[in-house]
């Protein structure tokens, strides 16, 4: 197949298990980006996240950031465009889900990724590998300023259950208006209806003039998997569930053992 872009997820992906990015991965993106294939970082984090590993990764074009909500170029700070989930929205889905569960926390991210607004409590069960910023910056507000303005993303955690059972009882209320996923981090993620890592890269290959046949793409959790389905060749990681390896063409190995490289080694020939 012609390659024109990479879309990858960094954790669990790219990222080998010490978040870091490997040599060996490091020039197989050089190598692409010297033959004109855009290598779009396609992630859960938001731009705070991205910068802690874009020197190493060479990151410095565009970037999809909180699951295909948001677009920014990572050099200049443009913005192609941000879906929020509207704040009506956000207060009927976490009345309804607080309903059903006691002592959930939430947070809402915010103003390009750059606010992260986060209800009395959240920071004490945070660590600073769940969001990639220090807990000691991300506050504590009373859950209606939480939950009083449009968010990129809203995160909801709970101290002792796990994230599958909050997302298994998020889908059970019947609830629309929003997109929830999990992205191996501990808590659900939910973005505007319709938003996945899918249709933010599709909107970003209309704008670079890509078609998705020509478009590569790696994950390895359930926020992956449109990605997967959508791109001309979607690559899932060894350790992948069944549901994000039957959506891809190929399963590659590790990200312990350059997964990524060793597919866009073969694929550059």
Not at 27 to 51: E, M, S
Not at 53 to 82: E, K, P, Q, T
Not at 155 to 174: K, N, Q
Not at 196 to 205: I, Q, V
């Amino acid at each position: 197949m012609t390659v024109r872009l990479i879309a990858t997820d960094l954790d669990g992906t790219l990222l080998d298990s010490t978040s870091s990015v490997t040599q060996r991965t490091r020039r197989a993106l050089d190598a692409a980006r010297a033959r004109g294939i855009h290598v779009v970082p396609v992630t859960a984090r938001q731009p705070i996240g991205l910068r802690a590993i874009a020197a190493d990764a060479a990151f410095d074009g565009w970037a999809l950031c909180s699951n295909g909500a948001y677009a920014v170029h990572l050099g200049d700070g443009r913005m192609l465009f941000a879906e929020e989930l509207p704040a009506e929205t956000v207060r009927t889905l976490a009345e309804a889900l607080r309903a059903s569960i006691t002592g959930l926390l939430f947070a809402s991210v915010r103003e390009g990724g750059d606010a992260f607004v986060a209800q009395h409590g959240y920071a004490e069960i945070a660590g600073h590998s769940d969001h990639k910023r220090d807990p000691e910056t991300m506050g504590g507000e009373p859950l209606d300023h939480v939950l009083s303005a449009p968010s990129l993303k809203l995160v909801i955690r709970h101290p002792e259950l796990a994230p599958a059972a909050l997302f298994e009882t998020l889908r059970s209320l019947g609830l629309t208006g929003f997109e929830a996923t999990l992205s191996g981090a501990p808590f659900v993620e939910v973005m505007a209806e319709g938003v996945t890592k899918a249709t933010g890269l599709a909107r970003l290959c209309e704008h670079l003039g890509v078609d998705r046949t020509d478009v590569v793409a790696f994950g390895d959790a359930l926020n992956d998997v449109e990605m997967l389905r959508w791109a001309g060749h979607g690559v899932a990681m060894a350790a992948a569930a069944d549901v994000v390896r039957d959506a891809a063409d190929e399963v590659a190995l590790s990200n312990d053992e350059d997964g990524v490289a060793r597919v866009v080694e073969r694929l550059l020939g």
